[in-house]
């Protein structure tokens, strides 16, 4: 009986998670959502309260692969003082950021400015929070591990770069003609223009 509720369970978010990239958050319904899995409405508030809980249980797939997409980039992986100056290691974090975004740009572009209204509204602002958390242990990790280096950047201005490590994503997914070539081109800029900032900020020589 459990492996058919686990069954049922999994189509409504499969279902909902078609409905919610084709039509938007606002568009999709409870009723639309029974239409298309052939689950009655009532069946689907037996597992969900409303649509806003579904939709939170459909992003949290996505939230998870980006979170663990920074810890990994900002932890042990990214311990490495040569990225700074060594192309190969930049091309890599291109490559990674470029399949990252085809992977999951859909569910990107809905939680970054089609959440309004639900209880993922904010995530922009959990998403820089998340970032300023991993990038300050980065920070303390790196100057453990490069002890010449400094790692005091100011709150606010650490805000900022967050802010603009998001950013650099929401154009990633907004931008439905971009070519693999120009996002790849605007990739090695964007990372190109951070890793000199972040030489200065460090006092790498």
């Given at each position: 009986?459990?492996?058919?509720?686990?069954?049922?369970?999994?189509?409504?978010?499969t279902?909902?998670?078609?409905?919610?990239?084709?039509?938007?958050?606002?568009?999709?319904?409870?009723?639309?959502?029974?239409?298309?899995?052939?689950?009655a409405?009532?069946?689907i508030?037996?597992?969900f309260?409303?649509k806003?809980?579904i939709?939170?249980?459909?992003?949290?797939?996505?939230?998870?692969a980006?979170y663990?997409?920074i810890?990994?980039y900002n932890?042990?992986?990214?311990?490495?003082?040569?990225?700074?100056?060594?192309?190969?290691y930049?091309?890599?974090?291109?490559?990674?950021?470029l399949?990252?975004?085809?992977k999951?740009?859909?569910?990107l572009?809905?939680?970054?400015?089609?959440?309004?209204?639900t209880?993922?509204?904010?995530?922009?602002?959990?998403?820089?929070?998340?970032?300023m958390e991993?990038?300050e242990?980065?920070?303390k990790?790196?100057?453990?591990?490069?002890p010449?280096?400094?790692?005091?950047v100011?709150?606010?201005?650490f805000?900022?770069?967050?802010?603009?490590?998001v950013?650099?994503?929401?154009?990633l997914?907004m931008?439905?003609?971009?070519?693999?070539?120009?996002?790849?081109s605007?990739?090695?800029?964007?990372?190109?223009?951070?890793?000199?900032?972040?030489?200065?900020?460090?006092q790498?020589?």
């Amino acid at each position: 009986m459990q492996v058919l509720k686990d069954d049922k369970k999994k189509r409504i978010l499969t279902i909902a998670h078609q409905e919610f990239i084709n039509n938007g958050v606002k568009k999709t319904t409870i009723n639309q959502i029974s239409i298309s899995s052939g689950i009655a409405v009532g069946n689907i508030y037996h597992y969900f309260r409303n649509k806003n809980e579904i939709y939170s249980a459909v992003m949290q797939p996505t939230i998870k692969a980006l979170y663990d997409f920074i810890e990994k980039y900002n932890g042990e992986k990214g311990l490495n003082i040569e990225f700074y100056s060594v192309e190969e290691y930049q091309q890599q974090m291109i490559e990674a950021l470029l399949h990252f975004v085809q992977k999951y740009k859909s569910e990107l572009k809905l939680l970054l400015f089609h959440s309004s209204g639900t209880p993922l509204e904010n995530f922009r602002e959990a998403l820089i929070a998340k970032q300023m958390e991993y990038g300050e242990n980065y920070l303390k990790e790196m100057k453990k591990k490069y002890p010449h280096i400094s790692h005091e950047v100011s709150p606010l201005f650490f805000y900022f770069l967050c802010s603009m490590w998001v950013s650099m994503l929401g154009i990633l997914c907004m931008q439905e003609e971009l070519s693999i070539d120009t996002a790849r081109s605007f990739l090695k800029e964007y990372i190109g223009y951070g890793t000199a900032g972040w030489k200065h900020l460090m006092q790498i020589k």
